[in-house]
């Protein structure tokens, strides 16, 4: 009976008393029948009783942990519950601010990109073929920028007067007739690097977060050796080898064609420019071939909106001059044009 007192009196007693009454109430009830039995001078049913009671006491006091730890358990639920919410709307936020700070960062490349040009000063005859190469380069990537635009927004403002000048650009870099117009070229990548980024800006708007271009990265990442990246443009894929110089299509080819030509066909907001590179020399009917063909397997697997154009080796990946270069040079890219930035 002393340690049933002595139980009673610690602080696990008091805890049971709070957190689990009706077991700490029937041990009470049998300590007070173990004195009875005591003072009725009972010592067997005395210790009977008494060692009933302790038992009750220990098993109060597990009620009593697992009582409270349900209550905490509870509690962290809750706190779990709440960060949750809170993780979710930070991410929601963040990818709204993701969003915005693409937008800011293409913002930004276009303004630098318009700022008031040095013109170039004659150099030396290395100088100025580089200035050549580098002129025709920025050409066609003006062109394809623009291509894009025309894909996003074929009524952009603006688009025939920059049409009429990569005319005007194409003719210069095909006389040769003075210096090379670098400056112009450099000016109307800009032109068509805005205008793309104008277009675009309707549908960033109206969904900052959709995320659409990187979702449709990480499906082609998740496709096979394909190994996409994106640029100004949008997703881009590039091809070696599926294609004869008379356009038949290898079957490897096919296969990969017919593959993107159905993930075009499930993103639809993505039309698809088609630019083919040749390892030498202009565009030439070979090219047309290779344009067409690509083109029409795409369209055949359910591709939307397809066009074409065909680059020559205006944009070489490495130098014409390094072994195997013919071989890297010569590619097709497909472009998945993103509808927002």
Request: charged letters at 25%; one cysteine or more; a neutral charge.
């Given at each position: 009976?002393?340690?049933?007192?002595?139980?009673?009196?610690?602080?696990?007693?008091?805890e049971?008393e709070q957190?689990?009454?009706?077991a700490?109430?029937?041990?009470?009830?049998?300590?007070?029948?173990?004195?009875?039995?005591h003072v009725?001078?009972?010592?067997?049913g005395?210790?009977?009783l008494?060692e009933h009671a302790?038992?009750?006491?220990?098993?109060?006091?597990?009620?009593?942990?697992?009582?409270?730890a349900?209550r905490?358990l509870a509690?962290?639920?809750g706190?779990?519950?709440?960060?949750?919410?809170l993780?979710q709307a930070l991410d929601?936020?963040?990818?709204k601010?993701?969003?915005?700070?693409?937008?800011?960062?293409?913002r930004?490349?276009?303004?630098?990109?318009a700022?008031?040009?040095?013109?170039?000063?004659?150099?030396?005859p290395?100088?100025?073929k580089a200035?050549?190469d580098?002129?025709?380069?920025?050409?066609?990537?003006a062109?394809?920028?623009?291509?894009a635009?025309?894909?996003?927004d074929?009524?952009s403002?603006?688009?025939?007067?920059?049409?009429?000048?990569?005319?005007g650009l194409?003719?210069?870099?095909?006389?040769?007739?003075?210096?090379?117009?670098?400056?112009e070229?450099?000016?109307l990548r800009?032109?068509?690097?805005?205008?793309?980024?104008?277009?675009?800006?309707?549908?960033?708007q109206?969904?900052?977060a959709?995320?659409?271009?990187?979702?449709?990265l990480?499906?082609?990442?998740?496709?096979?050796?394909l190994?996409?990246?994106?640029?100004?443009r949008g997703?881009v894929v590039?091809?070696?080898?599926?294609?004869s110089?008379a356009?038949?299509?290898t079957?490897?080819?096919?296969?990969?064609?017919?593959?993107?030509?159905?993930?075009?066909?499930?993103h639809?907001a993505?039309?698809v420019?088609?630019?083919?590179?040749?390892?030498?020399?202009?565009?030439?009917?070979?090219?047309?071939a290779?344009?067409?063909?690509?083109?029409?397997a795409?369209?055949?697997?359910g591709a939307?909106?397809?066009e074409a154009?065909?680059?020559g080796?205006?944009?070489p990946?490495?130098d014409?001059?390094?072994?195997?270069?013919?071989e890297?040079n010569?590619?097709?890219?497909?472009?998945?044009v993103?509808?927002?930035?």
């Amino acid at each position: 009976m002393q340690e049933v007192d002595a139980v009673r009196a610690g602080a696990a007693a008091k805890e049971a008393e709070q957190f689990a009454p009706q077991a700490y109430a029937h041990a009470e009830k049998l300590r007070e029948r173990a004195e009875k039995a005591h003072v009725d001078d009972d010592r067997a049913g005395a210790q009977i009783l008494s060692e009933h009671a302790l038992a009750a006491f220990n098993h109060a006091f597990i009620l009593a942990r697992l009582a409270k730890a349900q209550r905490r358990l509870a509690v962290a639920e809750g706190e779990l519950a709440d960060a949750q919410k809170l993780l979710q709307a930070l991410d929601g936020e963040q990818q709204k601010v993701a969003a915005e700070a693409d937008d800011l960062e293409m913002r930004i490349k276009v303004i630098q990109d318009a700022l008031p040009l040095v013109p170039n000063e004659p150099a030396s005859p290395e100088r100025e073929k580089a200035r050549w190469d580098a002129a025709r380069a920025l050409a066609m990537q003006a062109q394809l920028l623009c291509a894009a635009t025309r894909l996003i927004d074929p009524d952009s403002s603006g688009s025939g007067e920059r049409t009429q000048a990569l005319a005007g650009l194409d003719q210069a870099l095909a006389e040769r007739s003075a210096a090379a117009p670098i400056d112009e070229a450099i000016r109307l990548r800009s032109a068509c690097l805005r205008s793309l980024t104008l277009a675009r800006r309707p549908a960033a708007q109206k969904a900052p977060a959709a995320g659409q271009a990187d979702e449709l990265l990480a499906q082609l990442s998740k496709a096979g050796n394909l190994n996409p990246f994106r640029d100004d443009r949008g997703v881009v894929v590039v091809l070696r080898g599926v294609a004869s110089a008379a356009g038949k299509l290898t079957p490897a080819g096919a296969e990969r064609l017919a593959m993107l030509g159905r993930t075009a066909k499930a993103h639809p907001a993505f039309p698809v420019l088609v630019v083919v590179h040749s390892a030498r020399g202009g565009p030439g009917r070979n090219d047309s071939a290779r344009a067409e063909a690509v083109t029409k397997a795409l369209e055949e697997a359910g591709a939307p909106t397809v066009e074409a154009r065909v680059a020559g080796d205006a944009q070489p990946v490495v130098d014409r001059k390094r072994k195997g270069a013919a071989e890297r040079n010569a590619r097709i890219e497909i472009v998945f044009v993103s509808p927002a930035s």
